[in-house]
């Protein structure tokens, strides 16, 4: 089982950065599509970026130019610099890996880390 660790959260001034990097143990021998997701209190889970197996991006409005999401191209490590932070970023933000096999088990499946705290103040 392919588990995601998420880190790089912390208090960060408006108009600041941060680095988050979600590391996968265990082998992945494939996947759809990398990604973090945010939930801020009271509201739902919402898709900030993602980035495919071959490279393709997509941002949610409410970040394009201000964020990127790379891997390390091994499948082992998604990034995601955040720059030009807002109070409105702030949240849980969560690493997901969509359809993924391991070398011993071809089904594929998804699986989510824990989450990191990001806070931006005023």
């Known amino acids: 089982q392919v588990q995601l660790v998420e880190s790089g959260g912390g208090l960060v001034q408006a108009g600041g950065s941060l680095r988050l990097s979600c590391v996968a143990s265990?082998?992945?021998?494939?996947?759809?599509?990398m990604g973090w997701y945010r939930q801020a209190p009271g509201k739902q889970r919402e898709l900030v970026a993602a980035i495919t197996s071959s490279g393709r991006t997509n941002y949610a409005d409410f970040v394009k130019g201000r964020f990127t999401i790379s891997t390390d191209g091994a499948a082992s490590t998604v990034y995601l610099q955040m720059n030009t932070l807002k109070p409105d970023d702030t949240g849980v933000y969560y690493c997901n890996v969509e359809g993924l096999t391991t070398p011993w088990n071809p089904l594929e499946y998804d699986t989510w880390g824990q989450g990191t705290q990001v806070t931006v103040s005023s």
């Open positions: 265990g082998s992945i021998f494939s996947y759809n599509a």
